[in-house]
């Protein structure tokens, strides 16, 4: 894979009618501290109705690509967005979130340091934070390190959006399932980890997880009793891998991933918590 001094990402940002947010989102790309030339951003709008679309056109000199026409949901107009991608470097930013202030550039100084140790790497996970509406830190997610035997138990465990993958790495993929309206990221993974890919992690804060009444993961994604219309898609996605989860290796999984992050994890939850991570 080539080496370059520059770390160039294209970022997409998919909405649909999160418009009392999705200028938070664009603002916390359009003002990173990282040159301009190395970010593509991209935006995929399903036909908004709300001020959406008033938005992406206020910052339209500030974006690469961008389009509002109704999809066939999430996995579909992320699947458009990523065909559009440009650059060597590939993650979304949910319309409902922001990057943190000089995420750009030091998540490609980290990413750097870790390719001249490996050059064949394409796959780096990072640490986020998850804030109220406002933009306090209410906590932090401080990502674990791979390990082999857990995943293989478990399948990856990764954060959402807090990944970045080499375009070649997607282009081998199958994309993300149209099936898919939950969990069509861990899809993506599984497919990376089928085809012998493993992450690395990178000890970045780049990523404000928001909660909000809107955001799909909020309003049910914790939830301890999903739909039924969730679980059916759940055991879709795992039969299509012929790989189900040993669910008896979860606390083993929670206490290793306890004693090795706990500490560091303690750490930056009391530094950043009841801070405004908003800065933009």
């Known amino acids: 894979m080539e080496m370059t001094d520059n770390i160039r990402f294209s970022i997409v940002v998919v909405n649909y009618n999160m418009g009392k947010y999705l200028e938070d989102a664009l603002l916390s790309v359009i003002h990173q501290d990282y040159p301009k030339e190395l970010i593509q951003l991209i935006v995929i709008d399903g036909g908004s109705k709300d001020n959406s679309v008033d938005i992406i056109k206020k910052y339209a000199s500030h974006i690469n690509y961008w389009v509002s026409e109704p999809d066939k ?63 306090v830190c209410t906590r932090v997610i401080f990502g674990p390190d791979w390990n082999s035997f857990f995943l293989k138990k478990l399948g990856p465990v990764v954060h959402s959006a807090t990944t970045i993958y080499h375009k070649n790495l997607y282009t081998k993929s199958a994309k993300f399932d149209l099936r898919l309206n939950w969990s069509m990221d861990l899809d993506l993974w599984l497919q990376f980890f089928t085809m012998g890919y493993s992450y690395k992690t990178i000890h970045v804060f780049a990523y404000a997880i928001r909660a909000n009444e809107q955001s799909k993961t909020f309003s049910e994604g914790l939830s301890y009793k999903p739909s039924e219309k969730r679980l059916k898609q759940s055991a879709y996605m795992w039969s299509k891998y012929k790989f189900r989860p040993n669910y008896k290796w979860l606390l083993p999984w929670r206490i290793y991933k306890g004693l090795t992050i706990f500490f560091p994890q303690k750490y930056f939850d009391l530094h950043f918590r009841n801070k405004h991570m908003k800065w933009f």
Do not use: P, R, V, Y
Request: some cysteine; charged content about 30%; overall charge negative.
């Open 73 to 135: 949901g999430q996995s579909d107009a992320f699947n458009k967005g990523f065909k559009q991608a440009n650059h060597e470097w590939l993650f979304w930013l949910n319309a409902d979130d922001f990057l943190l202030k000089d995420a750009l550039k030091n998540i490609a100084s980290a990413m750097k340091k870790e390719l001249k140790k490996d050059d064949s790497k394409q796959w780096f996970c990072f640490d986020s934070m998850m804030t109220d509406e406002q933009g």
